[in-house]
């Protein structure tokens, strides 16, 4: 189950989109570093595109079942449910963005939202 999860949240661009927030998060740092701030921006950049990664999923079911490089991927031979992985998908992308709105700031809540919809 879990390698199916790690499978439909696409966990390593997850990784990479997390690289370039804390290239980003270091850049615009401007001398001034809050250690708790960037854990906060990890925190909520990974659920946001974790969940958009998921909803993404949900959205090509229907497409992934006819290619042969993507029919066996979890969705597509319903290792896991559509509806749960949409439940699971939306609700990284509240997590996350709750997150981001609350402990960053607005406009990073804001381009997440943008960027995981």
């Given at each position: 189950?879990?390698?199916?999860?790690?499978?439909l949240?696409?966990?390593?661009?997850?990784?990479?989109v997390l690289t370039?927030t804390?290239?980003?998060?270091?850049?615009?740092?401007q001398g001034?570093?809050?250690?708790?701030?960037l854990l906060?921006?990890?925190?909520?950049?990974?659920f946001?595109?974790?969940?958009?990664?998921i909803?993404?999923?949900?959205?090509e079911?229907?497409?992934?079942?006819?290619?042969d490089?993507?029919?066996h991927?979890?969705?597509?031979?319903k290792?896991i449910?559509v509806?749960f992985?949409l439940?699971l998908?939306?609700?990284f992308?509240?997590?996350?963005l709750?997150?981001?709105?609350?402990?960053?700031?607005?406009?990073?809540?804001l381009?997440?939202?943008f960027?995981?919809?």
């Amino acid at each position: 189950m879990i390698q199916n999860l790690i499978e439909l949240t696409k966990v390593r661009i997850g990784f990479l989109v997390l690289t370039t927030t804390v290239i980003g998060f270091y850049l615009g740092a401007q001398g001034s570093f809050s250690s708790s701030l960037l854990l906060y921006t990890i925190i909520g950049t990974l659920f946001s595109s974790t969940g958009g990664s998921i909803i993404n999923n949900v959205i090509e079911v229907d497409s992934d079942k006819k290619m042969d490089r993507t029919k066996h991927r979890v969705l597509p031979t319903k290792k896991i449910s559509v509806k749960f992985a949409l439940f699971l998908g939306l609700s990284f992308i509240v997590l996350g963005l709750s997150v981001l709105y609350l402990k960053v700031n607005t406009l990073t809540a804001l381009l997440s939202k943008f960027s995981s919809t």
